[in-house]
């Protein structure tokens, strides 16, 4: 079997109808148990810690924002209060912070 092309989240080799069962079973087994979950939850978190992501590392390093992703998150703020006052990122201590 050759090994599997890059194509989303599937990496490596293909697995079987079966195999993906059986995995699926020993996941919700694994999860049934008391803080399972939690516990795994804190281990992920912890490994990202680990991984740089700054500069160049970071996957969108380099791109601009298209038009349409800026009118996104520009609405998302408006939904969420605006940048007005205390909640503008220069806003310190009762003043606005000129760089």
Known sequence: MAKATWKGERVGWPKSREH????????LARY?????RERTQEIVK???KTIDRSGANN???GK???DDSKKM????????GGHR???NPNYR???YVED
Not at 20 to 27: D, G, Q, S, T, V
Not at 32 to 36: L, V
Not at 73 to 80: F, H, M, Q, T
């Open 85 to 87: 006052g205390a909640r």
């Open 20 to 27: 993906r069962e059986k995995l699926r079973a020993a996941a």
């Open 59 to 61: 996957g969108h390093f």
């Open 73 to 80: 998150i520009s609405d998302k703020v408006e939904e969420r």
């Open 64 to 66: 601009p924002h298209s």
């Open 32 to 36: 049934a148990k008391q803080g399972e």
């Open 93 to 95: 201590h009762g003043r």
């Open 46 to 48: 912890e490994a990202f």
